[in-house]
């Protein structure tokens, strides 16, 4: 599979496979495996910082990145595409460096940073709002109080079912035990939601996770494999991240499924990546407490502080503040220019990318997401 040549130019495919053979797990590899250990200790101390331990993945990473780093051009492309593919190996390779830097609170932070970008002061002003309750450009709504709940078996079925009706013939559910607790992800490499082996959840939630997952990352994976050009099918570069996260709040925002409590927590993780770098996990877990109960308050952290290991010294993880970034990018293009929604559905593209939609360099979506009222009769379909 790998070379010897430092070969300056390569096809499509070529990369293609290059890539493919990539493992950047980084969300499994941040996961500290003694997660629920180490909250005990916190909860039981009013001085103790979790100390995290993590689980190590096999790779050939820095072989497949060694070979591809001489690459200067994608011969068979538009030349648009090539420099897409040109910026695409760089990227993996920062990413590959920061899956590897787990545990080491300097480099996280640094190359997270670099990544995904600290929260500017107008996001944080505004994630200090949606803390203060001034939530009236939300379409927000409550949590249902007497809530109907599913198990695995019946989540499964009602994935299927929505699978079937949105055409999504090669998608399947699978239990997992790599995921959080009453979790639910898409796996795109082998095309399958992941879920929790004991989840249960109600109706609302799940109506709200299959907008949020199927109705925009399987969609626009889907769409993104049909464009002939596999890595806008996957995550690619970090710019694509806003749009991702962004546009699937903004789905469940139109259909009605996005609560303050929700809201508040994204909003509370761009409030701690903002002021929480330079600070311990009980710091930074004792401030945010006045704003959040106290289980929240330390999900929260946990997620700003995962990949760090002795978290008594400082440190943050900055990924969490696409959510709410990303969500106000897409109300702000979204309302300037409607028909942008579609476009962006024909694969894990940037809003700026959409000229490309235009311009007939990638084809439209096979699958057009569905409206609110399409998606309703699905729901209705599926029993939910």
Request: net charge positive; proline share 3%.
């Amino acid at each position: 599979m790998f070379s010897t040549k430092k070969r300056k130019e390569m096809t499509l495919e070529e990369v293609t496979l290059l890539l493919r053979e990539l493992r950047i797990p980084i969300s499994l590899v941040f996961t500290p495996i003694n997660l629920e250990k180490e909250k005990s200790k916190f909860f039981n101390s009013d001085v103790y910082n979790p100390q995290f331990e993590y689980r190590i993945v096999k790779n050939k990473n820095d072989k497949i990145l060694e070979e591809l780093s001489f690459v200067e051009k994608i011969s068979d492309v538009d030349p648009r595409i090539s420099d897409f593919y040109i910026a695409l190996i760089e990227e993996k390779g920062r990413a590959s460096d920061l899956m590897h830097a787990v545990g080491n609170n300097d480099l996280v932070t640094e190359i997270s940073i670099e990544r995904y970008r600290e929260p500017s002061r107008i996001l944080f002003k505004n994630a200090a709002r949606v803390l203060r309750g001034y939530t009236k450009n939300y379409n927000l709504v409550e949590y249902p109080k007497d809530p109907k709940f599913l198990e695995y078996d019946q989540i499964e079925k009602v994935f299927m079912g929505v699978f079937k009706e949105l055409g999504l013939k090669e998608w399947s559910v699978k239990e997992s035990m790599n995921i959080a607790k009453q979790g639910a992800k898409i796996g795109v490499k082998n095309k399958e939601i992941l879920l929790y082996k004991d989840i249960t959840r109600s109706t609302f939630k799940l109506r709200k996770t299959i907008v949020h997952e199927v109705g925009t990352h399987v969609l626009r994976a889907h769409n993104g494999e049909m464009t002939g050009f596999e890595a806008l099918s996957k995550a690619n570069l970090s710019t694509y991240l806003d749009i991702e996260e962004g546009l699937a709040i903004w789905n469940e925002m139109n259909m009605g499924l996005l609560t303050e409590r929700w809201l508040k927590n994204r909003a509370a993780m761009v409030w701690a990546i903002y002021i929480g770098r330079d600070m311990s996990f009980r710091g930074l877990y004792n401030i945010v407490l006045g704003v959040l109960p106290k289980k929240t308050a330390f999900n929260v952290v946990s997620r700003v502080k995962r990949g760090l290991g002795d978290t008594s010294y400082p440190g943050i993880y900055a990924k969490d503040t696409a959510y709410l970034r990303g969500l106000r990018k897409i109300m702000k293009a979204l309302e300037k220019e409607p028909r942008l929604y579609n476009k962006l559905y024909s694969g894990k593209i940037d809003i700026k990318q959409c000229v490309w939609v235009e311009e007939g360099l990638i084809k439209k979506p096979s699958i057009n997401p569905p409206t609110k009222e399409e998606w309703n009769e699905i729901f209705t379909k599926v029993g939910i």
